[in-house]
């Protein structure tokens, strides 16, 4: 019997705990509308992966490089700025360069990684 009366009493404190924590978050969330995240805080922020081109589709819009692990990475190439040996250079330029040290940087997106650099050589 000491034991129902006890479950009983755990029980009652509980129920009374959490009606305590409903009435402190209320007044908050009436009084006052949730902050919006800026856009800026939201964005993916760029990333560097340094490895060996490996694979240019130009057609695509696609490069791979391997890191030195040997896995692949796949990148878009849109509004990409591209440099060869400190020269500025096309897409299809890169195709005369694989497996040679490439140095990306990119924004991780949802649709994939999108290339925002991508340097060959010095």
């Known amino acids: 019997m000491l034991k129902r009366k006890a479950g009983g009493w755990i029980l009652s404190l509980a129920a009374i705990a959490m009606l305590g924590f409903?009435?402190?978050?209320?007044?908050?969330?009436?009084?006052?509308?949730?902050?919006?995240?800026?856009?800026?805080a939201s964005a993916a922020?760029?990333?560097?992966?340094?490895?060996?081109?490996?694979?240019?589709?130009?057609?695509k819009k696609l490069v791979v490089v391997t890191n030195s692990s040997g896995i692949p990475f796949n990148f878009k190439v849109t509004g990409t700025r591209i440099t060869v040996n400190g020269q500025k250079a096309?897409?299809?330029?890169?195709?005369?360069?694989?497996?040679?040290?490439?140095?990306?940087?990119?924004?991780p997106s949802r649709s994939g990684n999108v290339a925002k650099t991508i340097e060959i050589g010095s």
């Open 45 to 59: 922020k760029a990333e560097t992966l340094t490895g060996t081109l490996t694979i240019v589709q130009a057609d």
């Open 90 to 107: 096309k897409l299809a330029d890169l195709s005369s360069q694989t497996n040679k040290q490439a140095t990306v940087k990119y924004v």
């Open 22 to 40: 409903g009435v402190s978050v209320a007044p908050a969330a009436q009084g006052e509308a949730p902050k919006a995240e800026s856009p800026k």
